[in-house]
Structures are given as C-alpha cells and as structure tokens.
C-alpha cells in the first residue's frame, strides 16, 4: 500500500516562498504519477501539478503554471513543490496523492497523505 507523508508547510508573507515535500513509500509502478493539489477552506480541492515518477513527464494545471514547480528525487524517494510569490489566496492544505494515472482530478487519486498547512499572510 502506498504511503504519503508531507511536510514543509508553515506561515509565510505574501511574495514569500515554500517548497513542500512528499515521501512517499510502499510504491507501486500501478501508482506511479504523483501529484499535489490543495484545498482551501469552503473550497473543493483542486490540483496543481503531476508527476511521472518513473519518468521526467510532468502536467501543469494552466491556472498553477508559472508559479508551482513539481519537482521529484528519485533517491530519496520524495516529490518537491515549489511555491513562489505566494499570495493570501494561496492559503490552504496541501496534499499529495498517488494514482495509476496522469490526472489533475482528485477523484482519481487512490492514496492521500494528511496535509500540510500553508498560511500566507498580506
């Protein structure tokens, strides 16, 4: 069974920036495409990049582009989000999640991990 755990979140200014990371272990080829999504308060989750991990392949939602950068180290058995010039609207949980697919839509994600809490403040 594939296991998600997150951490780098925290509290930062608007235009600051965090990375996140997601360790993941139990990993199966069935479950290789992980991706990061969030969900604000009052908010459906929604996602924000995938990755291949058995490839450099990588999907951006248009609306994260620029600003998100999906990252992997393999060795380390970790996924990286890269968050850059946040802004108080980027306040929310983020999570990572494990498919057999390449998909930005949560309902096709069989494993999460808990979250991690991102507060941006103006």
């Known amino acids: 069974q594939v296991q998600l755990v997150e951490s780098g979140g925290g509290s930062v200014q608007a235009g600051g920036s965090l990375k996140l990371s997601c360790a993941y272990s139990?990993?199966?080829?069935?479950?290789?495409?992980v991706a990061w999504f969030r969900q604000a308060p009052g908010k459906e989750r929604e996602g924000i990049a995938v990755?291949?991990?058995?490839?450099?392949?990588?999907h951006y939602a248009d609306s994260m582009r620029g600003r998100f950068t999906i990252s992997q180290d393999k060795t380390r058995k970790t996924v990286y989000l890269q968050m850059n010039n946040l802004a108080p609207e980027d306040t929310a949980l983020y999570y990572c999640?494990?498919?057999?697919?390449?998909?930005?839509?949560?309902?096709?994600?069989?494993?999460w991990g808990q979250g991690t809490q991102v507060t941006v403040s103006s």
């Open positions: 999640a494990a498919a057999p697919d390449a998909s930005l839509t949560a309902t096709d994600f069989h494993y």
């Open positions: 139990g990993y199966t080829v069935n479950h290789a495409w």
């Open positions: 990755t291949y991990i058995e490839g450099m392949r990588s």
